[in-house]
C-alpha cells in the first residue's frame, strides 16, 4: 500500500487539482490530473465513481492496485506534484500488469517520470 505521506486527502487539495491551473492527459484507462505543489514529494489521489465500478470491492480493488504500481514506481516519478487519477470503466477487471503499462505509459506522457 502507498504510505499515508505520498497520499492527497484534504477536500482543498482535491479542489486545487480541479482549478484551473491543473494539467490533463488521458489515456486507455485513465484521466490523470497534475498540479506543482510546495512539497518535496509527489501525492497521489484517486477517483472512482459508482458509475464506473458499482461494487466498493471493485473500486477498493482498483484503487489499491494503481496504488501499489505507484509505490513500487515512485522513485522513478518526479516530485513536487499532486495527482489525481480519475479510472475509466475499461480498468475494471483488469490485469494489474495492464494497468501498470497503462498508468506508466500516462505517467511518461505527462512527464513526471524522470
Avoid: H, W
Avoid at 30 to 58: D, E, H, Q, Y
Amino acid at each position: 500500500m502507498l504510505p499515508s505521506v505520498f497520499r492527497v486527502k484534504r477536500k482543498k487539495d482535491f479542489d486545487n487539482l480541479f482549478s484551473q491551473n491543473a494539467q490533463s492527459s488521458s489515456s486507455q484507462f485513465c484521466i490523470l490530473k497534475k498540479a506543482p505543489n510546495a512539497l518535496t514529494i509527489s501525492r497521489f489521489g484517486f477517483m472512482i465513481s459508482t458509475k464506473t465500478a458499482p461494487s466498493a470491492v471493485l473500486r477498493n480493488r482498483l484503487k489499491r492496485q494503481l496504488s501499489e504500481i505507484i509505490r513500487l514506481n515512485i522513485k522513478k516519478i518526479k516530485t513536487g506534484y499532486d495527482v489525481v487519477l480519475i479510472i475509466k470503466r475499461l480498468a475494471v477487471g483488469k490485469k494489474q500488469s495492464e494497468l501498470a503499462v497503462d498508468l506508466m505509459g500516462l505517467l511518461a506522457k505527462s512527464r513526471l517520470l524522470q
